[in-house]
């Protein structure tokens, strides 16, 4: 049966090291706007804590041209490549990254849905962008020697559990191949550099792009209700608007705890929402094709085929680019 299971098909995907070949050519091209950095936060060790690293890189894009103050600017911070299996979400930061350096035509589809072309420009003027195009660098590592459903990171934690919200809770049906949320919160290099992002950077929009459905959550995640208030509601329509531009209508849009069927404990969007004050906190879920055997990893989280992944990678590029994500 393995034999039947698709493969990366790398004449479409990019690899691990060709994406951050791309990713520093594109910051080299475009050092007045954009610029790479590696996050490490302090490491509490033990002397029975195995050595394990994994910086997080982190490209800034400030399309009115870097500066040293964000006060005015509106702060987005997006993830990409949290799971290893996940690796749409990883091309879909590169072309981003691509679309960030040369706008026009993101901008123009943009204008086509309605937009003020004078207000899009206004807006990515005034904003900064921090993006990771791979959190999960050692777990896509494992994906190219073979391990196709691998999700954790190198110490096989389940980053998304490990933040500081509802740590640790366990469901039921708990399955620590699959959501080990480490040993304590932020045990993890991955997402204590990802916190130390965010507390310094304290931004208005926080994306977290995962694959395995179609989806457009917001919080909470480990409980099943929505947050009350204006933000909430805010969120939400956002989410809905984004809905018809990126999903087809095909996405479900609520909190990941009440629309996925399941709550999940200690994760990003929790936290950012909750601890750190961020208004528009979600997580998108991309593409995931369901009907895909459990074991066909590469096939439920990735689409196989180069028009099925134009059409993802487009679409959810463009997402970024609506302007009610910029307000
Ligand atoms: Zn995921």
């Known amino acids: 049966m393995a ?7 790398y004449s479409i995907y990019h690899t691990k090291d060709q994406v951050f070949e791309e990713v520093e050519q594109l910051v080299a091209a475009n050092p007045k706007i954009m610029r790479l950095d590696e996050v490490v936060a302090p490491e509490e060790r033990t002397p029975s804590t195995p050595a394990y690293a ?21 702060r987005l911070l997006l993830n990409y490549g949290e799971h290893g299996r996940e690796l749409i979400t990883v091309e879909v930061a590169l072309r981003l990254l691509a679309s960030l350096a040369d706008p026009g035509p993101a901008l123009a589809r943009s204008v086509q849905r309605g937009h003020s072309p004078h207000l899009l420009k206004h807006l990515l003027h005034s904003s900064v962008f921090k993006i990771v195009p791979m959190e999960n660098e ?6 190219e020697r073979g391990q196709l459903c691998e999700r954790k990171n190198g110490r096989s934690v389940d980053t998304n559990r490990n933040w500081e919200v509802h740590w640790g809770f366990k469901e039921k049906d708990y399955d620590p191949k699959e959501e080990f949320p480490g040993t304590r919160p932020f045990s993890e290099p991955e997402t204590a550099a990802m916190l130390r992002v965010a ?14 459905m179609e989806a457009l959550f917001m919080p909470y995640d480990h409980m099943a209700h929505i947050p009350e208030g204006t933000a909430a509601l805010a969120t939400q329509d956002v989410l809905q ?13 609520g909190s990941g705890g009440k629309s996925v069927g399941y709550l999940a404990h200690g994760t990003a969007t929790d936290y950012m929402y909750e601890r750190l004050g961020v208004p528009l906190s979600f997580t998108w879920e991309i593409y995931g094709d369901t009907k895909a055997h459990f074991n066909d990893c590469f096939r439920m989280f990735n689409p196989v085929t180069q028009a099925q992944f134009d059409e993802v ?14 307000h």
């Open 241 to 253: 608007q984004l809905n018809n531009i990126s999903c087809g209508g095909r996405c479900a849009v």
């Open 313 to 326: 990678v487009g679409n959810w590029t463009d997402a970024v680019f609506a302007h009610r994500v910029w």
């Open 138 to 143: 050692v777990g896509r590592a494992a994906v």
């Open 54 to 74: 994994s910086p997080l890189k982190v490209v800034t894009v400030e399309p009115g041209g870097l500066s040293n103050n964000h006060n005015k600017k509106l």
């Open 199 to 212: 507390q310094h950077f304290k931004p208005h929009v926080w994306m977290n792009a995962h694959s395995g």
């Open 3 to 9: 034999g039947e299971w698709a493969q990366v098909d």
